[in-house]
């Protein structure tokens, strides 16, 4: 048969609403053996690396994947904790929180899973495991705030896909960015503004967001035009002045140009024209992952350490702050709003009370 069907079906199912929060994903371990096909699948799709198939596939087996899992293997042993990649940890604990969110505002008419790009647990699964449960409208979340085709379209190509083998299909929303989102903005101001609180300032704000290839920018990916809007939006809420932040980009991949200015660079340079002391942030990455730890919190610490700066702090990522989760709930909220009845009305105003009155809050 062409086309799955639904497995278990029966006419007194109840219809459910679905939920699916996704994030890139991780390799299983820090090892080179784990690495491997983790590195194959992300670096196979043509939505993250946009060269000629032919040209890449002896690259990327050629050399590639004979070079780069013993060296990121190395990386991720340095991040690697008890319960795993940090990346799958922080993901699995903001479905939980929003579960209980979403839980406490509808019940059991709404289903909140997680899934990965790449690697386990899959969106295949989770949407099978949905649609089994009797899922008829499913609203995919990808923890991308800013749009980008190698990540927010990637996971629609992976959901539409999964689509393709499928009968029965549900009724879908994707949301592709929520760069500009108000109470997105005042999460990660909140979140700069509690370590001010605790550490002072700093001579410059560093927003350094995920690079990609220059050549994605001019064919027409809107993706650093958002990074740019994000940081402008939060500098104005925190009354910044234009020489009192920078946006720059981090982790290059291959030899080609990437949006400039290099994060890496732009750290060497900064100390020998008077910038002693910075702190560094992440507003594209939801959590904490290989990206921002290591790379951000060792490697470009260094770096500018090393060119004669004197006080370096990395600003975490919002992971799993009640703030966050609250925010993405009222996202959730205003997408899956019209599908379900709230049944408890009363949590929802609590909900939104709350969320606005923490954030609010922060910002005195
Ligand atoms: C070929 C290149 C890559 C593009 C384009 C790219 C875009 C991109 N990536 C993220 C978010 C993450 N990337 C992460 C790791 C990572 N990224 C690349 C390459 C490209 N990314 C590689 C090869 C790796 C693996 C690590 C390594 O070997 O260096 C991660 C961290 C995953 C983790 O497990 O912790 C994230 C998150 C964005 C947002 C983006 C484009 C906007
Ligand atoms: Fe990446
Ligand atoms: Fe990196």
């Known amino acids: 048969m062409k086309y799955r069907s639904q497995e278990n079906f029966t006419h007194a199912q109840a219809d459910k609403v679905g939920v699916l929060i996704t994030n890139l994903g991780t ?26 198939k032919l040209i890449w596939w002896f690259v990327l087996n050629g050399i590639i994947l004979n070079i780069r899992p013993k060296r990121s ?18 993901t699995k604990a903001q479905a939980t929180g929003i579960a209980s969110r979403i839980k406490l505002l509808y019940g059991d008419s709404v289903v909140v899973d997680f899934a990965m790009r790449y690697g386990q647990p ?8 949905m649609l089994s449960g009797g899922v008829r409208k499913l609203f995919v979340l990808p923890l991308y705030p800013q749009y980008c085709a190698s990540t927010s379209g990637s996971t629609f190509d992976a959901v539409a896909n999964d689509f393709l083998r499928r009968r029965w299909l549900p009724e879908l929303r994707f949301l592709n960015q ?11 101001a909140a979140k700069i503004k509690a370590h001010w609180d605790e550490h002072g300032r700093a001579d410059k704000l560093i927003f350094s967001y995920h ?10 990916d809107p993706y650093h035009c958002q990074c740019h809007k994000t940081s402008r939006l939060i500098a104005t809420y925190l009354d910044l002045g234009k020489n009192d932040y920078m946006t720059t980009f981090q982790s290059r991949f291959g030899r080609e ?9 732009t750290l060497k340079q900064l100390p020998s ?30 770096y500018f350490l090393q060119a004669g700066g004197e006080r370096y702090e990395y600003i975490e990522a919002l992971n799993s702050d009640d703030n966050h989760l609250d925010m993405l709930t009222s996202i959730i909220q205003a997408q899956i709003g019209d599908w379900v009845t709230v049944i408890n009305k009363g949590n929802q105003d609590k909900h939104n009370s709350n969320a606005r009155a923490k954030l609010l809050g922060a910002k005195k």
């Open 211 to 220: 690079g990609i290839p220059k050549r994605y920018l001019v064919n027409g």
């Open 122 to 129: 899959s969106i295949e699964n989770a949407i099978d495991s």
């Open 73 to 90: 293997a190395h990386a991720y042993s340095t991040v690697w904790t008890e319960d795993g990649s940090p990346l799958l940890t922080h």
């Open 27 to 52: 390799p299983e371990a820090p090892t080179k053996q784990a690495l491997r096909p983790y590195l194959k699948q992300f670096l196979s799709d043509p939505r993250v690396v946009e060269v000629p």
């Open 257 to 265: 140009e990437w949006l400039k200015p290099y994060t890496d660079e």
């Open 273 to 302: 024209s008077g910038v002693k002391s910075i702190q560094v942030v992440c507003p594209g990455f939801s959590s904490d992952c290989l990206e921002t730890i290591e790379e951000i919190g060792v490697e470009n610490r260094d």
């Open 178 to 188: 929520y760069h500009d989102e108000q109470a997105y903005i005042e999460c990660v």
